[in-house]
């Protein structure tokens, strides 16, 4: 009975690791021949529920590479009407706090008018630390709610960015 229990108990954490795994895809231009990739957390909703008319947005982080250059972002389902933020031509810079494990650090980053993208401006060190976290917390002060946190899993990330990797290399 008891080896039974222990194959459930592992099964169950196999299929939870693999549940927080990161996207993987990439995109081949047809013009060029240029590979872009791109990896993704699960969708994650913010901690407490927004009200009307954001009850039912997600984000995701994601970092994306061409033969160039690598970027880190977070994506939300519905572009993010944000608070606090220094208008730019054509662009929102926004000032914020992101959490990675136990560590608190401040963090700047863009959104290009109505974009649902906001991109991190530090991509590598952002990229590093995605790499080594387990939890990424981040803060966002959304109009008409406050501060409004997503919480991410960082499991899978490494695998997923390494892979990324060599598909722009």
Request: aromatic share 14%.
């Amino acid at each position: 009975m008891f080896k039974y229990i222990t194959i459930l108990f592992a099964l169950m954490l196999n299929g939870s690791q693999l549940f927080a795994q990161w996207d993987v895809t990439s995109d081949k231009d047809e013009m060029t021949g240029e590979v872009s990739a791109y990896c993704s957390s699960k969708f994650a909703s913010p901690t407490e529920r927004m009200d009307f008319p954001y009850g039912d947005v997600k984000g995701w982080l994601g970092v994306g590479c061409d033969g160039n250059s690598e970027w880190a972002y977070v994506g939300f389902t519905t572009a993010p009407n944000l608070a606090n933020t220094t208008t730019k031509d054509g662009y929102n810079l926004i000032s914020t706090r992101i959490k990675f494990d136990d560590e608190v650090e401040q963090v700047t980053m863009t959104q290009d008018w109505n974009s649902k993208f906001i991109h991190f401006r530090n991509d590598s060190d952002i990229i590093e630390k995605f790499l080594t976290a387990n939890t990424i917390l981040l803060e966002m002060n959304w109009y008409g709610e406050g501060k409004t946190y997503f919480r991410f899993s960082g499991s899978g990330s490494t695998s997923a960015i390494n892979q990324i990797r060599q598909s722009c290399n």
